[in-house]
């Protein structure tokens, strides 16, 4: 069963109106103000993490022993 009174129940504020009339359009908007911080979040996230394999060229070269070679094709040093 759900913790969030159905529209027509007493708000549980105690206000005796109807929670449709009362706090269901706040708790809405929280929550809606709640996933938008959330996107915001992954969207920096992911933001940042592009910028830095730009950054990097994106070719995962790896530092190598002297006299060898990063293979992309074999993600190896030759």
């Known amino acids: 069963m759900s913790d969030t009174p159905d529209r027509n129940d ?4 105690g206000s005796g109106r109807k929670y449709k009339n ?4 706040k708790e809405r908007s929280s929550l809606k103000s709640n996933l938008g911080v959330i996107g915001l979040i992954i969207a920096i996230i992911l933001g940042i993490y592009f910028t830095s394999i730009a950054l990097s060229g994106g070719d995962n070269a790896q530092d190598c ?3 060898e070679q990063w293979s992309a094709t074999h993600q190896h040093c030759h």
């Open 10 to 13: 007493p708000c549980p504020c």
């Open 22 to 25: 009362c706090c269901m359009e």
């Open 65 to 67: 022993p002297p006299g």
